[in-house]
């Protein structure tokens, strides 16, 4: 995988522009500068990588919009060494962004050719997060609770398995609606039984599959 001058000049460029849309946190700007996201794409996309667009990655799906990435990765207020649950790992991308900020990452993807795609992407960069090939609905409970819960695909109601794995002070954030667009949350758990909900705007994901019945876990 080549990583040159041009490619660091671009992420530059990306920077830039996420900054100047309200990317704040520097960890995530300084990730973001240390993980090329030219290697998740094809080559044919290469030199558009790092402009603010989505792209296919295979099995219908995309990798998101850099600010989308950003944007819920501040969301969380990720501190070094939090547990982070991740529902659809896609091209491994974001994946990579968490693990390059310090956290323990947990990921789950439903889709097997981008979940053996993403793994060789992430091993070769040398970060070590738990993938799973499994049903994101369901979450990942042997290793609960998680101080932040990430879902990356627009899902129609927040799954109870989801706020029943989250640490109480931790947060979920998550893309809710069933139509093309969805209004971005995030909630906070208050006590066993008692959440806070925030919106953040409106974004636009590919849909949270449903249960299927090849899915082995």
Known sequence: MIDSYKHKGLRKKLIEELRTRGISNERILDAFDKVPRHYFLDLAFEMQAYSNMPFQIGAGQTISHPFTVAFQTQLLEL???DKVLEIGTGSGFQTSILCQMGAKVFSIERQRELFIKAKSIID????????FYGDGYKGQKAYAPYDHILVTCGAPFVPD???GQLKIGGNLVIPLGAGAKQQMKRITRLSETEYNEEDFGEFSFVPMLEDRADLKH
Not at 124 to 131: A, D, S, V
């Open 161 to 163: 398995a989801l706020l």
């Open 124 to 131: 070769q960069l040398g970060f070590n997060p738990r993938l």
């Open 79 to 81: 501190n070094k060494g």
